[in-house]
């Protein structure tokens, strides 16, 4: 079976008045406020909202992959590893077909779709709909992020908002936009990477007005979801960076291998979703995609869910996390680097068909957060392999932290959100110049290659 669309998902025209729920009428009845005042107000809740549904939607995943991964060895080989991405995909495809009847999948591409179609009334189940299908899929191992499904929600959360309260079409497509932002915000702890993802990714004009909202709305979604964890980023930065000349010559070097590889990133992803969207059976494109995942995390389980965990161990210099429960665990945790080189270099060419075979093959999640975690891979190896030169010596860590950002910007093509979403997620402002130095200089190496040598034949 196929996905059926349905159309009443989508509408392009707000109804002030007619059929609505008994709060709309309600609300409208009794709720004068306008213009400036009714804005910051319902950013303020969107944004508030957001971050709530955030956090508890890490908290389902966390739980479920706890639950999941319960009885995996920590060394040795974990056969169980094969199946349980083939449940996850197959399970997330199933309630699409069946209950949803339709395709939630890439969530922030189609915000962007809806936004320029116009598309602004997103039905209260788009709401959780997304967060239980991609629960479902990275807790069974999808090598995804969460930031698709949340952003998402978040657009669906001011859509709601904004009909509720009777707000004509332009503002309304705001709030779609800021909901989206809120939730990029509330998932990542990032509130500027929550505005740079509306600024740069969903390319909204805003105007002054409106970017008070968009920030009102993200510092409330991050704070909020900041405050409710306790006080922690997602990743616990321990380094210090101080400025050091040699160190900036690194991040640009790094930022051009960042930018290399982000072409092999986004070429894999694109053969992925042409290779995917071709088998015409929806069960056999689970099944495939599912095999592939449970194949690659067999191998290399670090490749298991977000990958937080693993990066948060990098950029804290804990290198031998890469071969943590796999079948390379018997090398010992006090590995030399020659040994480590392959492990590396394998997570960091299977990372993008594992997040491919998830996105396109059924399963519900995001494409940002796994490339934080191959530009984290990306600058171990990079590391590793420079200090294997005599006379230098530099930090991985350090290098793993600014490919984070390089790798993102690359491969998102959207640097300043890249810069600030790698700054705001570790806590680590005292490197933000080698951080935005990678970055920059990751997404000019794409931009150069793609002009210089493909641009000619798109002509």
Request: glycine share 12%.
């Amino acid at each position: 079976m196929n996905f059926v669309p349905s159309h009443n998902d989508a509408k392009p025209v707000v109804a002030q008045t007619g059929d609505d729920g008994i709060l709309a009428r309600f609300v409208r009845r009794n709720f004068r406020a306008q213009g400036a005042p009714l804005l910051l107000s319902l950013a303020f809740a969107t944004g508030l909202c957001s971050g709530v549904t955030a956090w508890l939607f890490k908290l389902a995943i966390a739980w479920l992959s706890r639950l999941v991964t319960a009885h995996l060895r920590m060394e040795g080989m974990n056969p169980w590893l094969v199946a349980v991405p083939v449940a996850g995909i197959c399970l997330s495809g199933l309630f699409m077909r069946r209950i949803l009847k339709r395709n939630i999948s890439d969530g922030t591409e189609r915000i962007k779709n809806a936004l320029a179609s116009n598309e602004l009334y997103l039905r209260p189940r788009r709401i959780i709909a997304p967060l239980l299908a991609s629960t479902v899929t990275l807790g069974f191992g999808g090598s995804a992020g969460s930031e698709g499904p949340i952003a998402s929600s978040g657009a669906a959360i001011g859509s709601n908002l904004g009909r509720i309260f009777g707000v004509d079409s332009s503002t309304l497509r705001l709030l779609v936009a800021i909901g989206s932002g809120a939730g990029i915000a509330a998932i990542f702890k990032a509130p500027v990477g929550g505005m740079f993802f509306v600024i740069e990714w969903l390319a909204i004009d805003l105007s002054a007005l409106a970017a008070v909202a968009l920030a009102v709305a993200c510092l409330a979604g991050g704070m909020v979801a900041y405050a409710l964890d306790g006080g922690h980023t997602d990743l616990d930065y321990m380094g210090i960076i101080s400025f050091d000349s040699r160190m900036m010559l690194v991040a640009v070097i790094l930022g051009a291998v960042c930018g290399i590889y982000s072409l092999y990133y986004s070429r894999v992803m694109d053969c992925m979703r042409r290779r995917l969207s071709a088998i015409s059976r929806p069960w056999v494109r689970n099944l495939i995609a599912g095999l592939t995942i449970g194949i690659l995390l067999f191998v290399f389980p670090t490749l298991y869910g977000e990958g937080y965990g693993a990066i948060g161990h990098i950029v804290n210099g804990i290198d031998s996390t890469v071969i943590k429960s796999s079948p390379f665990a018997a090398l010992g945790h006090t590995i030399h680097a020659a040994p480590l080189i392959p492990v590396v270099a394998g997570i960091l060419l299977a990372k993008c068909w594992a997040c491919g075979a998830t996105v396109y093959g059924g399963g519900v999640a995001g494409e940002f957060a796994p490339t934080l975690f191959a530009g984290a891979m990306a600058g171990l190896l990079f590391g590793i392999v420079a200090n294997l030169i005599p006379g230098v010596d530099i930090p991985t860590a350090h290098c793993a932290l600014f490919a984070m950002a390089g790798a993102m910007a690359g491969i998102i093509k959207a640097p300043f959100m890249a810069i600030f979403i790698a700054t705001e997620m570790t806590g680590s402002y005292a490197s933000l110049l080698p951080i935005s130095i990678c970055a920059v200089c990751s997404y000019f190496t794409v931009w150069l290659v793609t002009t210089r040598f493909f641009g000619s034949k798109k002509k």
